[in-house]
């Protein structure tokens, strides 16, 4: 056996240790983040602030022979009091050029900011409507098989999933999901991404002797453990449900736009009045690296990679790091007939700085309203985010 300290690509001037044994290679893996922040101001009410390791993902990577990949990592967060679970248990056959046969526990291909890297998102936490619409058959700690084909510029995925990992009530739901992306444009200057996802739940998850049912919810693009769900339109008695939209993005040298639009449809049973609800939402991001190599689109998750330092730069990028400003929009809502879930409206701004790759600071405020729903709210919050990730 040998092991090394050898670079890591992007890390600039800093390796992590990677064993390698007669072919196979073990990459340890750590997404580590603390959130710190919440509303300054808020009415009418005034939940305060907090803190909390909103994730802590540590485990390993393992390539057999540049056949098989195989991940296993496990979430300790939230914390505290969070449901610690097996974040990623998968294996995954990439012996086929251009083709990825996965199985096992692990993060569907839907939609684009869900399918970049939490450690490489441009918020603190994605816009509401594609969390939401993720948490419906795809999204993190999924248990799912997956087939995917992609180039350089393409990319198709075909998922059949289940349950998420760990405890919960959601283990005997089934659902089928997709994504086609393409790139109509791809220079040394100007990327265009544009796609398409679509997910159908044709048995919602039920109880122990409980009818099947789907709720929808999420908080408001930020959570330090203090923030309630004000979007939130409770269990409802469903038949089946499903979710289709399309992305979108164009990246010009160092400016990246890209944003999302999603509705949701879900058929509720008998019991409950036999209701076709539909539900919707879109969001529009502008970002821009002020200092460092912008973000790279990459085939295989067909999504937008964290900016960079240039290859033997010294830790430190020209002298002060990588920088990114960004600034998004977002809408949700969650009213649909009988059914008041809320409609949400923020705004946020944020400032990303890279000391290191694997070293990341943010710091983002956001302006948001809630009309109607349970809880109507409106409010100013300062986020901001210490991360270790590789």
């Known amino acids: 056996m040998v092991a090394a300290c050898v670079p890591v690509a992007g890390l600039q001037a800093q390796s992590v240790p990677v064993v390698r044994l007669h072919g196979v290679t073990i990459r340890p893996y750590a997404t580590d983040q603390l959130d710190t922040g919440g509303f300054v101001s808020a009415g009418p009410a005034h939940p305060g602030t907090g803190a909390r390791g909103a994730r802590l993902r540590n485990g390993v990577r393992v390539n057999i022979h540049d056949q098989v990949e195989i991940g296993a990592i496990w979430d300790f967060g939230p914390a505290p009091n969070g449901p610690m679970r097996l974040f990623e248990g998968q294996v995954s056959y990439i012996g086929l050029k251009h083709f990825v046969f996965t199985a096992g526990i692990f993060k569907p291909s839907f939609g684009l900011e869900s399918m970049q890297a939490q450690g490489d998102t441009v918020f603190v936490e994605r816009s509401s409507i594609s969390t939401i619409t993720r948490n419906l058959a795809t999204g993190i700690e999924r248990q799912a098989v997956q087939a995917e ?3 350089r510029r393409y990319h198709f995925a075909l998922s059949a999933t289940a349950g998420t990992a760990g405890p919960g009530e959601d283990g005997n739901q089934r659902a089928m999901a997709f994504r086609l992306v393409g790139l109509p444009v791809r220079s040394h200057d100007v990327v265009v991404h544009a796609g398409i996802s679509g997910e159908w739940v044709f048995r919602p998850a039920s109880m122990t002797h409980g009818s099947p049912a789907i709720a929808l919810s999420d908080n408001p693009e930020l959570n330090t453990g203090t923030v309630s769900k004000y979007l939130n339109t409770g269990r409802l008695a469903a038949t089946s449900a499903g979710a289709f939209g399309a992305e979108a993005a164009v990246a010009w ?19 409950a009045g036999s209701q076709n609800l539909n539900f919707h939402g879109w969001y529009g991001m502008l970002g821009y690296t002020i200092n460092g190599t912008p973000r790279q689109w990459k085939g295989r998750s067909a999504a937008f990679s964290a900016p960079t330092c240039a290859r033997g730069q010294d830790v430190l990028c020209n002298g002060y790091g990588v920088l990114e400003v960004a600034a998004r929009y977002s809408e949700v809502n969650l009213d649909s007939a009988t059914v008041r879930g809320g409609s949400q409206q923020t705004g946020s701004l944020a400032l990303n700085w890279w000391p290191t790759a694997i070293i990341r600071t943010t710091v983002q405020y956001e302006y948001g309203q809630v009309k109607s729903g349970r809880a109507p709210e409106h409010f100013h919050a300062i986020m901001s985010l210490f991360q270790i990730k590789f």
Request: aromatic share 14%; hydrophobic share 35%.
């Open 253 to 271: 040298k160092r400016l990246l736009f890209q944003g999302e639009g999603y509705d949701i449809m879900l058929d509720t049973s008998p019991a």
């Open 149 to 151: 084909a992609y180039g």
